[in-house]
């Protein structure tokens, strides 16, 4: 029973460092455009100004993380008049999870001659967790056409700790960048 126990325990902490830890990818690319042509970019700024829910140094980790993803592809950032615009959306919403454990005890013992039934307990304890879920949109445009070539939609955890955030976002847009129809050297 101890061992059941620890056990569900183990289960109980695996799942929520899962739930808390995940990211959702997805991308979506026009399959004519040619993305060999792309050899420069330049931002085109942050739709819906929705980078004000971000301080200077997270604004700089995203745009470093996607200025080295893109020169891993050979592109090169110019101030304007790119091959591709790349426009970015970000938002940030507050999320609650609900976790419950039932504690049962009880059931079946030994009756001095034999097995048999006696009265069982249980007890359901709830934890809630308040978190935040951040969702950053990548769209690159062809320049020429000001048709959209490609997008990239990342939604994860947001880590409250700065030093968190400082590894986890490159390695979020790294992770959103391999949806990119070009592949790095």
């Known amino acids: 029973m101890k061992s059941t126990l620890n056990f569900a325990g183990i289960l109980i902490v695996t799942f929520l460092c899962t739930t808390f830890s995940y990211s959702q990818v997805t991308s979506d690319y026009d399959k004519n455009a040619d993305f060999s042509q792309y050899r420069t970019y330049h931002f085109a700024g942050w739709q819906n100004e929705s980078d004000q829910i971000l301080n200077d140094f997270d604004k700089k980790r995203i745009t470093d993380a996607i200025i080295s993803e893109f020169a891993n592809r050979n ?22 999870s609900t976790t419950a454990y039932t504690n049962y005890v009880g059931g079946m013992g030994y009756r001095g001659v034999g097995w048999g039934y006696g009265m069982g307990s249980a007890s359901t304890s709830y934890t809630e967790n308040d978190y935040r879920v951040g969702t950053l949109v990548i769209d690159m445009y062809d320049e020429e056409s000001k048709q959209l070539a490609w997008q990239g939609v990342i939604q994860t955890t947001v880590q409250e700790k700065p030093k968190k955030r400082e590894k986890t976002i490159p390695k979020n847009i790294k992770k959103l960048m391999k949806g990119y129809p070009v592949q790095p050297n």
């Not at 304007?80 to 609650?96: M, Q, Y």
Request: net charge negative; glycine share 4%.
């Open 75 to 96: 592109m090169e950032l110019v101030e304007s008049d790119g091959d591709a615009a790349i426009t970015l959306f970000i938002v940030v919403e507050d999320k609650k």
